[in-house]
């Protein structure tokens, strides 16, 4: 998988901050990376306060937030997740949310494609054979 590592690092950060500002004290949050088929998938789960049905199929879209009143608990300007999305999308990849409604957490996902033949999963990838990689993780680097 290859792309713009600041914009999918401001994914990641973006699917975080949300876990963790709407995360109670002492609150879980969780992510998995797993590689599919095709796509790799970031999913982070929290234990926060969770999203109302009637606004989940929004919380993607530009300014909205589940509290738009002007006394809300949570700063911010409804524009986090409506970027993830954006920026996995020009990734040619998507986002997608999940709650078991209010005060039962958030699952936000990320899933993004593999080039045709990179798939950590099978051990295989188009990578030249002692192409760079970055030393901690494993993820291959760009050759400038």
């Known amino acids: 998988m290859f792309g713009d590592a600041d914009r999918l690092q401001q994914i990641l950060w973006n699917l975080l901050s949300n876990a963790t500002k709407f995360s109670p004290p002492g609150g ?50 409804g524009l986090g997740l409506a970027i993830a999305r954006h920026l996995a999308e020009l990734h040619g990849g998507s986002v997608y949310a999940a709650s078991d409604g209010e005060g039962r957490g958030a699952t936000f996902g990320v899933r993004l494609p593999f080039r045709s033949g990179d798939n950590p999963a099978h051990g295989q990838t188009d990578l030249p054979e002692g192409s760079p990689v970055h030393a901690e993780t494993g993820v291959p680097t760009p050759q400038r």
């Open 28 to 77: 879980d949050v969780a992510v998995h990376l797993s590689a599919r088929e095709d796509h790799a998938e970031i999913v982070v789960t929290d234990t926060g306060v969770g999203i109302p049905a009637q606004f989940l199929p929004h919380v993607f879209e530009r300014f909205r937030q589940g509290d738009s009143t002007s006394t809300r608990a949570h700063g911010g300007l």
